[in-house]
């Protein structure tokens, strides 16, 4: 009984940032008749599925505070069919400019997102941009997660494991697996310094994508 107690109130929780677009764990409280406490704990939850984020904001001399929102997993977690549209547009393309046209649009579509990506990922670290590319994968729905691997160096960081847990094209990726090509394109294209390769695919029926990024060796001339 209180499992489904804490469902129905997190459904509720989502359903009030679907509707008003945003929300503070106060403004939430008050609108379920909840203790602040109890809807914190809520929303920490929620946080850790993905399904919602906040950004702060400082509000005079007091505390930041976080103004809470769906992500697009969230989003998700509500009935609609924009992926069966998307499908029947792709195969309605397909039927008018072939099926090669198509997968040569979507790689399009890919390297343009790579050019987006490069842009916001910025020029930093190797860990601040791959960090940055997990951030910006979760906020796509993704459930992305990225950590470093232990290199024998010590101090060095030079190789690290991105992990998507969720696929938001699946339905896409179904009817033109090319796109997960595209993905492992895009990856290698914002690293270019890095060797990327796919190590999980859940289109093999695994239960998540995954990806080793391992920054290249510079190659040292002999004289």
């Known amino acids: 009984?209180?499992?489904?107690?804490?469902?129905?109130?997190?459904q509720d929780i989502l359903q009030f940032l679907l509707k008003g677009g945003q929300g503070t764990a106060l403004e939430l409280a008050e609108s379920l008749d909840?203790?602040?406490?109890?809807?914190r704990r809520h929303l920490k939850d929620l946080e850790a599925e993905g399904v919602i984020q906040y950004r702060s904001v400082q509000?005079?001399?007091g505390r930041p505070q976080h103004i809470y929102e769906l992500t697009s997993l969230g989003r998700d977690r509500f009935?609609?069919?924009y992926g069966d549209f998307a499908i029947s547009f792709l195969d309605t393309l397909a039927e008018t400019v072939g099926r090669e046209q198509v997968i040569s649009i979507l790689r399009k579509q890919w390297q343009r997102k790579?050019?987006?990506?490069?842009?916001?990922m910025g020029a930093g670290s190797l860990q601040e941009r791959v960090t940055k590319l997990g951030e910006l994968r979760r906020a796509e729905g993704y459930m992305a997660e990225c950590y470093p691997v232990e290199s024998v160096d010590v101090g060095m960081c030079?190789?690290?494991v991105l992990m998507e847990h969720n696929c938001a094209i699946s339905n896409v990726a179904e009817t033109f697996p090319s796109v997960c090509g595209n993905e492992l394109e895009?990856?290698?294209?914002?690293l270019p310094d890095c060797i990327v390769e796919r190590t999980h695919w859940i289109i093999d029926g695994e239960q998540r994508c995954g990806y080793s990024i391992a920054k290249r060796k510079s190659l040292?001339?002999?004289?």
Do not use: W
């Open 1 to 10: 009984m209180m499992q489904t107690q804490q469902t129905s109130t997190k």
């Open 34 to 39: 909840i203790s602040a406490q109890a809807i």
């Open 59 to 61: 509000a005079g001399m």
């Open 79 to 81: 009935p609609n069919r």
């Open 114 to 120: 790579a050019t987006d990506y490069r842009r916001l």
């Open 158 to 160: 030079d190789r690290f």
């Open 186 to 190: 895009m990856f290698a294209a914002v």
């Open 220 to 223: 040292v001339s002999s004289h």
